[in-house]
């Protein structure tokens, strides 16, 4: 079956950064495009960005365009977030997710597959 497992969560203070990865089993990862989500308790899931397969092309949220980027190793099956500059506000738990096209699409319904989350805390 298919398996998300993200990793690379943590405690970081406002200005610093993080990692996440997020790897992925049980699909042909190269023929998936992969998202990332967040979600802070009593919210909606949010959309972060997507990656997908053909070439690489990305698509971030406005709020982490320019702090966020997106990658992925389709050798081996991973996709990776890195966040620089971080903020209070980006405190949330991460998730990726994936997604059977090639789309640059940030709606959820798009994504059958998930992970099980990672958490990011930033302090002020």
């Known amino acids: 079956q298919v398996q998300l497992l993200e990793s690379g969560g943590g405690l970081v203070q406002a200005g610093g950064s993080l990692r996440l990865s997020c790897a992925a089993s049980g699909l042909t990862f190269r023929n998936y495009a992969m998202a990332w989500f967040r979600q802070v308790p009593g919210k909606e899931r949010e959309f972060v960005g997507v990656?997908?397969?053909?070439?690489?092309?990305?698509l971030y949220a406005d709020s982490v365009k320019g702090r966020f980027t997106i990658s992925r190793d389709n050798a081996k099956d991973t996709v990776c977030l890195q966040m620089n500059s971080l903020k209070p506000e980006d405190m949330a738990v991460y998730y990726c997710?994936?997604?059977?096209?090639?789309?640059?699409?940030?709606?959820?319904?798009?994504?059958?597959?998930w992970g099980q989350g990672t958490q990011v805390t930033v302090s002020s």
């Open positions: 997710a994936a997604g059977y096209h090639d789309e640059l699409i940030g709606t959820e319904v798009w994504y059958p597959y």
């Open positions: 990656i997908n397969w053909s070439i690489g092309a990305t």
